[in-house]
């Protein structure tokens, strides 16, 4: 089923692909119960398999392309990108992922509290990582871009 899941989301440029995806790797976490029937995060269901790891930031990212076009979507992948967090150590690929994730569904939500969360986020980030993850694992140029947008937008803070 990730195989699936995956195909579909590295081939798709569209809405009703990301959907198809987001469908497809819902399936998965709900199989193995990462989310309960409320919704809410089970982080048991990560640590008794961690190969979902992987798959539920996956999800993270489908939510964020879905958020283009109904920006609900990116409180649905804050959300997951912060489930993601708060089970990954500081500092590792995960966490990486998920903290760039979150910030960047911020930037993308767009309203000025979003921004200043993400302003914060990412100072937050840099006062313990000066220079991010120093490209360990492919995220330093996404979290200076991401900077030099909110920069942008929001003034440097």
Known sequence: A??????????TD?????GRAKNAYD????????VDAKG??????????????????ELGYAYSELGRTNKIHYDNAIT???NITSVSAGGSEPWWHSRFGALQAYFYRGKERDIMTAQIGIKMIQDNYPTFDDNKY???????????????VGGSK
């Open 2 to 11: 990730g195989q699936r899941a995956r195909s579909i989301s590295f081939i």
């Open 138 to 152: 492919g995220m330093k140029e996404k979290f200076e871009e991401l900077k030099r947008k909110l920069d942008m």
């Open 14 to 18: 569209t809405a009703e692909g990301w």
């Open 40 to 57: 809410l995060f089970v982080s048991k269901a990560l640590s008794d398999h961690p190969f979902l790891l992987t798959l539920y930031i």
């Open 80 to 82: 997951t990108f912060t």
């Open 27 to 34: 399936e998965i976490i709900k199989e193995y119960g990462v």
